[in-house]
């Protein structure tokens, strides 16, 4: 018998991949974005903690986890490390990857910095190729402003198909909107339509022959069109890392699953 998403529960997986011992948590919200585009600032804004911050790159190498709660709620926020890409080129790229693909939170955040927005958008359109739970943050808000760049939040809103939120998070303005944005698609009262990336004929040709197959393992649990384009692009790292999460999902459940 194969080891289908149905026998490995998805709930169960996720609690015993990531989230151990956060069994009161009502969601779990990550923080991704480009380095040094302000998560840590945010994340210890949030939650009161202090994650090392700094102006350079590369700060945060491991995700760190904390909780606030917002309108009698509590979320639990993990601080990934800053990567400009989910192409699991370095440490930091794949443990940011791993946790969005296969850790499956409420909703994340894309951070991203106010001042040199274009660059920061491909990781942003990488996030949304994963998941369509996000809430894209336009952080350094009041740096943008000094540098006269206006940014029509709205119009990246509808563009990006998920709501977008501006912070200035040193200063902690903008939070509760973000707060309040996050709720709603982590319980999904917000329907988002993320922005997708369509590409040529015959890569789609091969993602619709490989992607039935992928869902036949992962059902709804995991995104397989995205799984689909990482088996295309030959990357291994993902191809253990699935193997990985169905092996423990198989765990998970006592053993009842035969692969
Ligand atoms: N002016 C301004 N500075 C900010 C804001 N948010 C963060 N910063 C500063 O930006 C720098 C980087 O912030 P971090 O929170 O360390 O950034 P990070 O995204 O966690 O960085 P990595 O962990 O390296 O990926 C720090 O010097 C912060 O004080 C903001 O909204 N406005
Ligand atoms: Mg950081």
Known sequence: MGLTHRSCGSGASREAFYQAGATETDYVIALAGNPNTGKSTLFNALTGLRQHTGNWPGKTVLRATGKYIFQ????????????????????EEQVARDYLCFGRPHATIVVVDATCLERNL????????????????????????????????????????VPVVATAAREGAGLPALQQAVAAVAEGS??????????DQVIEQCIARLEPKIKELVGETLNSRWLALRFLDGDATVVRAL???????????GGDILV
């Open 190 to 199: 917000v329907k988002t339509s993320p922005r997708r990336v369509r590409y």
């Open 122 to 161: 491909n990781l942003a359109l990488q996030v949304l190729e994963i998941t369509s739970r996000v809430v894209v943050c336009v952080n350094l808000i009041d740096e943008a402003k000094r540098k006269n760049i206006e940014i029509n939040i709205s119009a990246l809103s509808n563009e990006l198909g």
């Open 243 to 253: 193997a990985e999460w169905l092996a423990r999902g198989k765990a998970v459940v």
């Open 72 to 91: 009698g709620r509590l979320y639990e926020l993990i601080d990934l490390p800053g990567t400009y890409s989910l192409l699991a080129q370095s440490a």
